[in-house]
């Protein structure tokens, strides 16, 4: 008889509520991050090993579990030791390839820069509404809380809750253009 969990692995990330920073581990499907933080089948998420950090203190340990469930929605981004871990996205249509789109995402609490895989000409009404999955990647991001600079992650592959953007900015060579949600 297969196990259930041959098509799981262990990953590593830190995930990023509006207060807490938890670093820990958790059971992924093979598909990647993505597909297990925007199934609509589960709200909550199990973490293992999993240590805790208020964001205004990231070094000082709180808190460390066995295990640590997380409500998906009340995270902002989860931040990935490899791309290829988030899995895969839409894929591009074959009348558009993915293009790559520097920007700045921000929050009351973070702000994230990196480059967003696109299909076609961006838009930011179907960046920020197209579909019902609530995280989308942003690759080789870099993210730091407003209000306390010391908390700063770079990372192949974050995965942010669209839910939560304030602000979206395209950062070009001459200007940004500047959507607020």
Not at 10 to 15: E, N, P, R
Not at 17 to 38: D, E, F, K, S, W
Not at 124 to 139: C, D, K, N, Q, T
């Amino acid at each position: 008889m297969t196990s259930p969990n041959l098509a799981h692995r262990l990953l590593s990330a830190d995930f990023l509520t509006l207060v807490y920073r938890v670093v820990g581990r958790m059971m992924v499907p093979a598909v990647g991050m993505l597909a297990m933080l925007n199934d609509p089948a589960s709200s909550f998420m199990e973490v293992v090993d999993a240590k805790l950090a208020p964001i205004h203190m990231p070094t000082k340990l709180v808190g460390e579990y066995e295990i640590l469930d997380l409500v998906k929605s009340g995270l902002f981004a989860v931040c990935l030791a490899r791309r290829e871990d988030a899995g895969t996205q839409v894929p591009a249509s074959s009348t558009h390839k993915a293009v790559k789109y520097p920007i700045r995402v921000a929050t009351p609490v973070y702000q994230l820069e990196g480059t967003l895989e696109w299909s076609g000409r961006f838009d930011f009404e179907a960046v920020m509404h197209a579909g019902s999955a609530a995280f989308m990647p942003l690759y080789n991001a870099t993210l730091t809380a407003i209000l306390f600079p010391q908390l700063r992650i770079q990372s192949p592959a974050v995965l942010f809750n669209r839910r939560q953007v304030d602000l979206l900015a395209v950062i070009t060579d001459d200007k940004q253009v500047l959507s607020i949600a």
